[in-house]
């Protein structure tokens, strides 16, 4: 994978929102790639920034108030940031397509399936009115909805909540996309429906030869489908390494905090151990590390000093002073 150019590079991302009680920083420093064909997972939990840097590639962000200030978004060796919102509707669909969290809301329920998947591949595709229902019907039979050409004629409130999200990922797999973002796309579905969309995912990429971005609060989901992962705390990537290392020999104290909270199946009945208070006031940052008031590990040092990534294996990115402290000890 290291000698593979990425199909995606995100550059020192800094989006801002502008707001009457002071300047919200969501995303405040992300650094970050994803290679054709992996599935790169971004964890953390709600208001981390995960969603805000999704929105940021696609060029979302409401503005006002939100704002790219700062920053490079790469996606085939162009800089997405600057392109006008039509150039970007070129993209969106096409080139990049985003599963979001919940399909009711993403669907517009006054037109029917067909007339959703049907207008989302004409936009991008040149083939007639006949060929775009085809290959809708096709979609749906391949994300596995049964009697795909009865079900086209359908509206979102006739699917359950699996279903519409199996058509939402039908309409962004649409125009085989090379980079798929898929946020919390398995949050409201109960476990077997989480499984079958999962094991979806794996299947549709294997095909496709896509990337994929999976936005999640849920290491079961990350430990089942990504390579690499992104640990967020406070718009700032707080650790980035492979998977395996992650859930081997997590560094961050904030990412071991979310292991514990996973509950575990234990003859001994374990009590959860949960992150002791609340992510902060993202505009009003605390000075120093923003996990510090948090950490059990925090010290005299981290309420003052904000900590940089620092790299501590091979491929293996962790932003903490207990590292920091470490490499100076060693080189003294």
């Given amino acids: 994978m290291e000698s593979v150019k990425p199909l995606l590079e995100v550059k020192n991302l800094h989006t801002h929102f502008f707001t009457k009680s002071g300047i919200v920083r969501a995303v405040d420093g992300v650094n970050f790639d994803v290679k054709p064909g992996e599935t790169l997972g971004i964890v953390g939990e709600s208001g981390s920034g995960k969603s805000i840097t999704a929105m940021s590639i696609l060029g979302l962000?409401?503005?006002?108030?939100?704002?790219?200030?700062?920053?490079?978004?790469?996606?085939?060796?162009?800089?997405?940031?600057?392109?006008?919102?039509?150039?970007?509707?070129?993209?969106?669909?096409?080139?990049?397509?985003?599963?979001?969290?919940?399909?009711?809301?993403?669907?517009?329920?006054?037109?029917?399936?067909?007339?959703?998947?049907?207008?989302?591949?004409?936009?991008?595709?040149?083939?007639?009115k006949k060929q775009a229902r085809e290959r809708a019907t096709e979609l749906l039979n391949l994300v596995g909805i049964p009697d795909p050409h009865k079900r086209l004629k359908n509206y979102p409130h006739e699917f359950s909540g699996g279903m519409r999200q199996r058509v939402m990922i039908a309409m962004a797999l649409s125009c085989n996309p090379?980079?798929?973002?898929?946020?919390?796309?398995?949050?409201?579905?109960?476990?077997?429906?989480?499984?079958q969309i999962l094991e979806l995912f794996k299947k549709m990429q294997k095909e496709l030869d896509m990337a994929i971005i999976m936005i999640t609060h849920d290491l079961g989901v990350v430990s089942e489908v990504c390579d690499r992962v992104m640990v967020m705390y406070a718009g700032k990537p707080a650790e980035f390494t492979e998977t395996k290392k992650l859930f081997d020999n997590g560094k961050h104290p904030y990412t071991l905090g979310l292991m514990n909270s996973i509950p575990k199946i234990s003859p001994n009945k374990e009590k959860l151990k949960p992150?002791?208070?609340?992510?902060?006031?993202?505009?009003?940052?605390?000075?120093?590390?923003?996990f510090a008031p948090r950490c059990k590990h925090a010290m005299e040092s981290c309420l003052s000093i904000d900590p940089s990534l620092q790299k501590v294996d091979d491929n293996h990115l962790v932003r903490c002073l207990l590292y920091e402290e470490t490499k100076k000890a060693v080189t003294t």
């Fill in 61 to 128: 962000v409401p503005s006002p108030p939100g704002k790219i200030v700062d920053g490079e978004i790469l996606f085939k060796g162009e800089n997405l940031i600057g392109k006008t919102e039509k150039q970007m509707r070129q993209i969106r669909g096409k080139e990049i397509s985003m599963v979001f969290q919940d399909p009711m809301t993403s669907l517009n329920p006054v037109f029917s399936v067909e007339k959703q998947m049907i207008e989302t591949i004409v936009t991008h595709e040149k083939v007639t």
């Fill in 275 to 290: 992150i002791t208070g609340l992510p902060p006031d993202l505009s009003a940052l605390p000075t120093g590390c923003s």
């Fill in 178 to 195: 090379s980079l798929l973002i898929a946020d919390e796309p398995t949050t409201a579905l109960d476990v077997t429906i989480q499984a």
